[in-house]
């Protein structure tokens, strides 16, 4: 992509015909240059062949490179579209097994927010639900091999990146947790890491606004917040997704003593994967700078949880978090 073409109000860049991908949707407009454009082409030379959003089939892709067009055109102000396209749909992550777990994990966590961020820009499909399957595995297998990978995945970097960072980060937390509970079928683990990733999924349809507001929410705002485990739930009910994941996206928000939305379920209603996931979330949002609160350190929101949430969460998912997050060392070193 080294090559552009200026024109007074857009600047064109070439991509490969074959970088496009049979039955995905393209979320950038897509040119072609009339026969006998060159370097010095006009505007006029581009042709809008495909207006976002658009989905590709192999078909139509067969035919184009059958006719001689290898390249295909697309403006520069939607290279970012085109950029997180390819990251979803050809970018084969390649994680090396032989790697120590504590930093493998951070690139299974940095591969797992780019999902995150295209569940929640563009559609959510069972691509890329197989895609964060295999991120899931490779967290169960970091966690498998040395638990103690959960302390190193990455804490908020960028104030936007927010929720693609909180969203790994729970889905680490809760497999772990679910793991000194004592849990240790990989399949069973896997679920509980989907779950973690995909809880908050249903956010994509609360306004920016209302999900950064640093201010206390006004009733209707809180109802729009309130909505999203629901969201998440019609989101994926009708993808290939085991019903734990989903019972923990439609329910990580309820309490035991039924405090919680959106059903107000109580004690045993609320499933053992859904418990543990809302204590990973919990901790994982108090131990993150937002904007309606500083960063706690572990212990300050260890002793947050255990004075502010007593009652409302399981005592002994509450002792596994601890457990898998912390020894005296720890405690005292922070
Ligand atoms: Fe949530
Ligand atoms: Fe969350």
Known sequence: MATGYASERKRFVPIRT??????????????????????????????LYAKAPYTWTLRELTDLTRVGIQDLFIDESQRRNYDRYLRLHLETPEIDRNEEPRFRIRKVQDIG??????????????????????????????????????????????????TYVHSVGVGTLTTAVAMKMGISDPEELKTYAMGGILHDVGKKLVPLQVL????????????MMKAHPTTGFELLKALDLPKEV?????????????????????????????????????????????????????FEALMFMKHHLRGKVSPDVFNALVACLVSEKELKDE
């Open 18 to 47: 074959d970088s496009l991908v049979d039955n995905t949707a393209a979320h950038f407009d897509v040119y072609t240059l009339l026969e006998g454009g060159d370097g010095n082409a006009k505007p006029e030379d581009f042709l």
């Open 113 to 162: 927010q780019h999902l995150v961020e295209s569940c929640f820009l563009s559609d959510i499909d069972q691509q890329v639900v197989g895609k964060l399957e295999g991120v899931a595995n490779e967290l169960v297998l970091c966690l498998k091999e040395d638990p103690k990978s959960v302390h190193h995945i990455q804490s908020l970097a960028e104030y936007d990146l927010y």
């Open 212 to 223: 950064n507001k640093p201010g206390p929410l006004l009733p209707e705002e809180w109802e």
């Open 246 to 298: 989903l019972e923990i996206v439609a329910s990580h928000h309820e309490k035991i003593d039924g405090s919680g939305y959106p059903d107000g379920l109580m004690g045993n209603e609320i499933p053992v994967h859904v418990q543990v996931a809302t204590i990973a979330d919990i901790f994982n949002a108090l131990t993150t700078t937002r904007c309606y609160h500083r960063k706690r350190s572990r």
